[in-house]
């Protein structure tokens, strides 16, 4: 590939993109060499570019037309642009994201109009195209585009277990005198860890010692279920295998985009995606969420209930489901990420992070990931980036995706503001998380077994913030045996046991249809923070409790049970590949683990006490509206049980903006340009002054 040509064609667009009112942006410089790293299952003639601010102009003019609609370029129409392709052999130019007018502004502001997907001829030399654009002054990144891999294998041990057999009385095991009577929940031992299993005492290491539980290795839902079990108002976005958004344990804390309709073929509420009534497939970039594929393994269902089964006296309990009562559990939101044998490309990843903080989800439940750096490459595995700065550099747009959450899901006048990410450190037995996780802003998790000890398969390292319980099979499961596939009401008496495992129960499908089942992994713990997160945040709505992002994972990170002290001395021993009896005993020396498993054993029941204390008081947001327009405010999610309220609303100045209040809605209607106080005050004597502000003309929002 001729360099040379290629730069002096790029940089030409700017020139023929300039009418006689318009400067030439000014470009940097080349850089002499740029040698930008490729991974190994990069896509062929696909490249994944980032312009510099300066270009957005001349990017408006010569794209605007499809890309603004989600559309592609395959020519420019401006003799440079077209240059530019054919010597590439190209064929379109892409937005990556598709506009939402709602949020284009700050869109815009994170950089993200910026990138685009560029399509070439796929016997071009990826290496050579991906160097070459990145010397480029009018080009701030490049990066390769494949797709993302699964964390696990989809052949993974799972066991099925049919309602049926969970409200069977073939265990031993009693109801929990607890606040729910759903009939697994006896069997969630990682919520509520009695310290007496049938899983117990299976397997015995070369001193006698056996794989026992532990009481209290669990993250203490019952305390914190007496304060609060799920608020609707927050929204969990899983980024996944398709959520089953039919199972009965699941469908009533489903997401739902009220202002879409299924399967549309209309974009209805404007945000850039046809009928994205149940979340979207990012796949197959369709609106049907789906999970019977063949090579799915019900993945994303599983780590939905652990967050937001319902706790209704049926099937499991979710850690935020709610109390039994109709709309009081956390929200599910599926991104898919996974369909069947394939995975979302990296553009594809981008889109569903955004999509999420677009519509509303303030947690980001992200159960997959890259191989650690310190991955066995014996085993198997492809080791991942090893720093921060490797993992940026490889994978630009994905960081400037998951920034884009972090700084703009929530709202300053919400319980918080900012989003929350949540990454499995990762199962390749490493001493390293792997990214994403890894990254700093996100909250990465390790697994736990049933008696407070690394699971075996966990990895760990200094980066790790917390863990939470995520099963171990290869510890408590019988040597030289496998769990059946399925378990129902008609089992064998040599099945009884495996009702009751050391391994996550949760929501499962089998063959399309709705189960429950057991598995393991960091895939595992990771829904267990989630969830963790989402009822704290829950109990902020209640408590009417404002916090930033940050400081919310601070306190996150500070509500554990210490982990170290007692139960990391010694070692554990576990059988790797257990299921063969010729599997080989494998020896953990615990103490190596110390400071790397995070803070601790994440504790909902103090998280929530924690949060009482925190935070700020939530305040009144200041009121934007257009003369002779008019904008409403529920008060009563302003103000500790507010809904038990009343009000009084009164304006300094009448004569810019009028108020009236209809139960706890504040109704203020502009009468003419300018500014003025509100005053709120509650039946309880309770103050807040806010600002209206009146302007001649404003959006929905109240602003120009």
């Excluded at 509420?269 to 009928?275: A, E, F, P, S």
């Excluded at 006296?313 to 850690?319: L, Q």
């Excluded at 037995?429 to 398969?457: E, L, R």
């Excluded at 903006?657 to 009468?671: F, L, P, R």
Aim: aromatic share 10%.
């Amino acid at each position: 590939m001729n360099n040379k040509i290629l730069y002096s064609a790029i940089f030409a667009l700017s020139l023929a993109a300039c009418t006689d009112d318009t400067l030439t942006p000014a470009i940097d410089a080349p850089e002499a060499e740029t040698e930008v790293t490729i991974p190994a299952g990069a896509k062929s003639g696909e490249l994944l570019i980032k312009f510099k601010p300066e270009m957005t102009e001349i990017l408006d003019k010569t794209l605007s037309a499809v890309s603004r609609s989600g559309g592609a370029a395959s020519r420019s129409g401006i003799p440079s642009t077209d240059e530019v392709l054919e010597i590439l052999g190209g064929y379109r130019f892409e937005r990556v994201f598709p506009v939402d007018e709602a949020t284009e502004e700050r869109t815009r502001a994170a950089g993200l109009h910026l990138w685009y997907v560029v399509k070439f001829d796929e016997n071009a030399s990826l290496q050579e195209a991906a160097n070459s654009l990145a010397r480029l002054g009018e080009i701030s990144a490049v990066q390769a585009n494949h797709e993302i891999k699964r964390a696990y294998r989809t052949d993974m041990k799972r066991t099925y277990v049919s309602a049926a057999a969970l409200e069977s009385r073939t265990s031993a095991l009693s109801a929990s005198d607890g606040f729910f009577n759903d009939p697994g929940y006896k069997y969630q031992w990682h919520y509520n860890n009695v310290g007496d299993y049938p899983f117990d005492d299976l397997n015995f290491d070369e001193t006698g010692v056996a794989s026992h539980s532990k009481a209290g290795s669990d993250i203490n839902c019952e305390e914190a279920w007496q304060l609060c079990t799920g608020d609707p108002s927050i929204i969990v976005a899983v980024l996944d295998e398709g959520v089953m958004n039919t199972h009965p344990d699941l469908e009533g804390n489903i997401w739902k985009n009220e202002d879409e309709t299924f399967l549309s073929g209309d974009d209805n509420d404007g945000n850039g995606y046809k009928g994205d009534f149940y979340g979207y497939n990012f796949v197959k970039n369709s609106p049907l969420v789906s999970w019977s594929d063949e090579s799915d393994t019900g993945h994303g269902t599983h780590v939905a209930g652990t967050i937001a089964a319902m706790n209704n006296n049926e099937g499991v309990c979710g850690i935020a489901g709610g109390d039994g009562t109709q709309n009081s559990g956390v929200k599910i939101m599926s991104c898919q990420v996974f369909d069947g044998e394939n995975g979302v490309t990296l553009d594809g990843e981008a889109k569903a992070i955004k999509y999420a903080a677009d519509n509303g989800a303030v947690i980001l439940q992200c159960s997959w990931g890259y191989n650690s750096a310190y991955a066995n490459m014996a085993m198997g595995f492809t080791p991942g980036p090893e720093t921060e700065e490797e993992w940026a550099a490889t994978y630009p747009l994905e960081k400037d995706a998951l920034d884009y959450f972090i700084n703009n899901a929530g709202s300053p006048n919400g319980v918080v503001e900012g989003g929350i990410v949540v990454f499995a450190a990762g199962n390749e037995y490493a001493a390293k998380p792997a990214f994403p996780g890894a990254y700093s802003k996100c909250i990465t998790v390790a697994a736990v077994d049933a008696s407070y000890t690394p699971a075996s398969y966990s990895n760990y390292g200094v980066e790790t913030d917390v863990c939470a319980p995520g099963g171990d099979g290869e510890y408590y499961d019988l040597l030289g045996q496998s769990a059946p596939e399925y378990v129902d009401v008609n089992i064998d008496a040599d099945k009884n046991n495996y009702i009751s495992q050391g391994s996550i129960l949760s929501t499962l499908i089998r063959n399309g249809q709705p189960v429950y089942g057991y598995m393991d992994g960091t895939s595992m713990a990771c829904p267990h923070v989630s969830g963790v997160v989402a009822l704290g945040l829950s109990y902020a709505v209640k408590e009417r409790r404002h916090f930033k992002a940050e400081e919310f994972i601070e306190l996150v990170k500070s509500s554990v049970k210490d982990i170290y002290d007692e139960y990391y001395t010694g070692k554990k021993t576990y059988y790797y590949g257990h299921s063969n009896f010729s599997a080989p005993l494998t020896e953990m020396v615990l103490s190596e683990y110390v400071g790397k498993m995070g803070t601790g054993l994440i504790d909902a029941g103090l998280l929530l006490k924690n949060v009482a204390g925190a935070g700020t008081d939530m305040k009144v947001p200041n009121v934007y509206v257009a003369v002779g327009g008019t904008s409403s405010i529920n008060l009563a999610g302003y103000f500790k049980a507010g809904e038990t309220k009343t009000y009084i609303c009164s304006v300094a100045d009448s004569s810019v903006a009028t108020v009236i209040v209809d139960g706890s809605v504040m109704k203020v209607t502009g009468v003419k340009a300018g500014s003025t106080n509100l005053t709120v005050t509650t039946s309880a004597g309770e103050e807040q002054t806010v600002v209206v502000t009146v302007r001649n003309s404003a959006n929905d929002n109240g602003w120009m």
